[in-house]
């Protein structure tokens, strides 16, 4: 039998609900849905969702809330439904976790490609890893498990966050351009949407670094990219 991944929609708008599970299971998609916060809560535990769809305005608790709860112990995929046009919130989005999000309202095509180029990114493991670890100072980076520890301690990080820092490992030394990490980590529709990569980084070097506002790890190549040092 063909697994098929696994949809969980949290949204409180029944008519929003009804066009989202419909369109997923058109396209080979399993469903389970939810109306609030709580309850998605108890779904992830339950259900051990493949992605989420995640709206924003829910009473009680928002989508905000449910995915700052979320990423204190899963890094299941995240895309959260925003209001259309609010681009602080879109950024919010990112900074609380998320993986994506898409403006209300959308169509079926947007809805599909963006949880397909989600499931994508956060499924992949197909950049070329040329050696084993990483380490640079108390940092380490083990390619071969996914695993990164911060002075012998393990740091959690979702599966883009992932990416985008064995990519810069990978190529330790070299300055990547916006393009180029936007293009390799997320694809090439995305390449223009440095917002994207700026919130990543700063959620990496938050995990990372001692200090977030004098990064000594990943370094900003002003109007050019990032790059991680030779190792120390």
């Not at 609030?36 to 009473?59: C, F, Q, T, W, Y």
């Not at 012998?152 to 990080?157: H, S, V």
Request: charged share 25%.
């Amino acid at each position: 039998m063909i697994h098929k991944p696994l949809i969980l929609i949290v949204d409180d708008d029944p008519v929003i609900a009804k066009f989202v599970r419909a369109n997923m299971e058109a396209n080979n998609y399993a469903t389970t849905t939810t109306v609030n916060g709580s309850e998605a809560l108890k779904s992830v535990e339950r259900e051990l969702p493949d992605l989420i769809l995640l709206d924003i305005m829910m009473p009680e608790m928002d989508g905000f809330e449910v995915c700052r709860r979320l990423r204190e112990w899963s890094q299941v995929p995240i895309i959260m439904l925003t209001a259309r046009g609010d681009e602080q919130d879109k950024v919010k989005c990112l900074e609380m976790g998320a993986d994506d999000y898409i403006a209300k309202p959308f169509g079926v095509k947007e809805l599909i490609a963006r949880v397909g180029a989600v499931l994508r990114r956060t499924g992949s493991k197909s950049t070329a890893v040329t050696q084993p670890s990483f380490t640079y100072g108390e940092i380490e980076i083990n390619f071969i498990d996914r695993n990164v520890k911060v002075a012998g301690k393990e740091i959690k990080l979702t599966p883009i966050e992932y990416n985008l820092l064995q990519e810069l490992a990978l190529n330790a030394g070299k300055v990547l351009t916006h393009t180029h990490l936007l293009q390799k980590v997320w694809g090439p529709e995305y390449q223009d949407e440095r917002q994207y990569l700026h919130v990543f980084i700063r959620r990496l070097r938050s995990k990372l670094e001692p200090n977030i506002d004098k990064p000594t790890f990943i370094i900003t190549v002003p109007a050019i990219g990032y790059q991680i040092k030779h190792k120390e």
